[in-house]
């Protein structure tokens, strides 16, 4: 488990912020590591920066458990993960086992951090600012639309010709629905994706595409494509019942069922190809991971199954 309890001192009536002050923490620090839960005192969480402590003080830590993954393209600044599906970009809770971070903050340090995010379940390109000055720098350039992303993916059917998805979107405001779940809504936020098709499988009845977002809304590509009826094959979220995607995040699906029901044991979306300006140079980076030749044998399970 990446989050431990991490012992500091032992207290002697002293307050909580002067403890982590004495022990290292500038005040600053202090109050935010409190202000996030993570100071124990004997095992109790304390909230109060003046709050008097006696006993064993301990801070909920981050370890790092790191599997390997190594970036694809680094400089100083930054560096580029080839991220794979089922991989957090950040942890999601203390019960979180392992995600982009561990890889992250072995090779960085703690300043480093994910300057956009990617789903759970796509794979591919992120970037790492691998300071905070960077970070600041990156996260301006996603923020003013100053960055070119693409994205392959597998949809269900035949589609010929390019399209643009023009429809606005914005988070559904059905409290009995999945909370992350997007919707078209008129008064939504403006969101565009170019759709462009590479190639045709018959044999799948499948499209493996290109796509392009002209906006950077929450599930935008996964959402457009099935506001169209070409829905991404894998898709866990649109098109499902409720009770449906809970199996699905829960881990209570089988991985046949799973491909039965959505076409593939994991969403097809890739994020193949990124490009920006940082302080008059040019980056375009592309992915390693043949994206077509693994996304057709994904979708060719269903039918394996059906043999």
């Given at each position: 488990m990446p989050?431990i309890?991490?012992?500091?001192?032992?207290?002697?009536?002293?307050k909580?912020?002067?403890?982590?002050?004495?022990?290292?923490?500038?005040?600053?620090?202090a109050?935010r590591?409190i202000d996030?839960?993570?100071?124990?005192?004997d095992?109790?969480?304390?909230?109060?920066?003046?709050?008097?402590l006696?006993?064993?003080?301990?801070l909920i830590?981050?370890?790092?458990?790191?599997?390997g993954?190594?970036?694809?393209?680094?400089?100083e600044?930054?560096?580029?993960?080839?991220?794979?599906?089922?991989?957090?970009s950040h942890?999601?809770?203390?019960?979180?086992?392992?995600?982009?971070?561990d890889e992250?903050?072995?090779?960085?340090g703690?300043?480093?951090s994910?300057?956009?995010?990617?789903?759970f379940?796509?794979?591919?390109?992120i970037?790492v600012?691998?300071?905070?000055?960077?970070?600041?720098?990156?996260?301006k350039l996603?923020?003013?639309?100053k960055v070119?992303?693409?994205y392959?993916?597998?949809v269900?059917g035949?589609i010929s010709?390019n399209l643009?998805?023009n429809?606005?979107m914005d988070?559904?405001n059905?409290?009995d629905?999945?909370?992350?779940r997007?919707?078209?809504c008129?008064?939504?936020?403006?969101?565009?994706?170019?759709i462009?098709p590479l190639?045709y499988?018959?044999?799948i009845?499948a499209?493996?595409?290109?796509?392009?977002?002209?906006t950077g809304?929450?599930?935008?590509i996964?959402?457009?494509?099935?506001?169209?009826e070409?829905k991404?094959?894998g898709?866990?979220?649109?098109?499902l019942?409720?009770?449906?995607?809970?199996?699905?995040?829960?881990?209570?699906?089988?991985?046949i069922?799973?491909?039965n029901l959505t076409?593939a044991?994991?969403?097809?979306?890739h994020a193949?190809r990124?490009s920006?300006?940082?302080?008059?140079?040019?980056?375009?980076i592309?992915?390693?991971?043949?994206?077509k030749r693994e996304f057709?044998?994904?979708a060719k399970?269903k039918?394996?199954?059906?043999?």
């Amino acid at each position: 488990m990446p989050y431990i309890n991490k012992f500091i001192t032992i207290a002697n009536s002293q307050k909580a912020y002067e403890v982590l002050i004495n022990s290292g923490f500038k005040m600053r620090e202090a109050q935010r590591l409190i202000d996030r839960g993570r100071l124990l005192c004997d095992g109790v969480v304390v909230n109060e920066k003046n709050a008097v402590l006696n006993g064993e003080i301990c801070l909920i830590d981050y370890e790092t458990n790191p599997r390997g993954l190594e970036p694809i393209f680094e400089c100083e600044q930054f560096a580029v993960f080839d991220k794979p599906s089922g991989v957090l970009s950040h942890p999601n809770g203390r019960n979180c086992e392992y995600s982009l971070n561990d890889e992250i903050w072995y090779l960085y340090g703690r300043e480093a951090s994910v300057a956009h995010r990617l789903d759970f379940e796509t794979s591919g390109l992120i970037v790492v600012a691998r300071d905070k000055i960077s970070q600041i720098q990156l996260k301006k350039l996603f923020e003013n639309r100053k960055v070119a992303k693409s994205y392959v993916a597998m949809v269900s059917g035949k589609i010929s010709t390019n399209l643009t998805i023009n429809a606005k979107m914005d988070l559904a405001n059905d409290y009995d629905d999945v909370k992350m779940r997007m919707q078209i809504c008129e008064n939504g936020k403006e969101a565009i994706t170019e759709i462009s098709p590479l190639e045709y499988f018959e044999d799948i009845d499948a499209t493996f595409i290109r796509a392009i977002p002209l906006t950077g809304r929450q599930h935008q590509i996964r959402l457009h494509l099935f506001h169209v009826e070409r829905k991404i094959l894998g898709e866990p979220l649109y098109g499902l019942q409720k009770e449906q995607i809970i199996k699905i995040l829960d881990k209570d699906m089988s991985g046949i069922e799973r491909i039965n029901l959505t076409g593939a044991p994991r969403l097809l979306l890739h994020a193949d190809r990124i490009s920006f300006e940082l302080e008059d140079q040019i980056y375009d980076i592309k992915t390693k991971f043949d994206a077509k030749r693994e996304f057709y044998n994904l979708a060719k399970e269903k039918f394996a199954h059906r043999a």
